[in-house]
């Protein structure tokens, strides 16, 4: 009789090493070929997930991501005073997008002005695409989105809905006075 065990998928976690360890020696104690290492194979959306914190980790000034205090908010720049791209990355855009969210959604009140802000600015056409000439657009009443430090694709959301509420972020500091 002949015993066929195939592949195990696990996250990185020592426990799971640990029981594929454990699991060939079982396996060995009634004569079945077991390679716990051979045999375990790595999830491939967490391998991603790791690979991915890599890369935004060499982003971000940590201290900036976990501030108490407010960051300083800046209005749009014009085109005459673009940043470069690396004078951009070195202002870590991640956390000052991180801390913006945290800010906005930090409580019911806050939110309801951010929403205010979208309503006003539809009914009274302030935000508009570039463009010769600007276009007037409507924005849907989105809330800002949080990161989630176990979803790599979370922080490419929260960039995508900052860049898309970006009007609405310009007018509600300018409205609150953050600065």
Sequence with gaps: MTFQIGHWTFDNAANNRTFMTELAVLLHSRDINFDAQDRRIMCFPHIINICSQHVISKFINIELTNA?????????????????????????PIALGRNTVRVLRSSGQRQDTFDDIIK??????????????PVNIQLCP???LQDVKT???SVYFMIMRLHEMRPVSYQYFARVGFT
Excluded at 75 to 81: I, R, W
Excluded at 120 to 133: A, L, R, V
């Design 68 to 92: 108490t205090k407010v960051t300083p908010v800046t209005l749009a720049p014009n085109n005459a005073t673009r940043q470069s791209f690396y004078n951009a990355v070195s202002c870590d």
């Design 120 to 133: 006003d600015g539809n009914d009274k056409g302030w935000f508009s695409k570039t463009g010769n000439p």
């Design 142 to 144: 989105l809330q800002l």
């Design 151 to 153: 979803r790599w694709d």
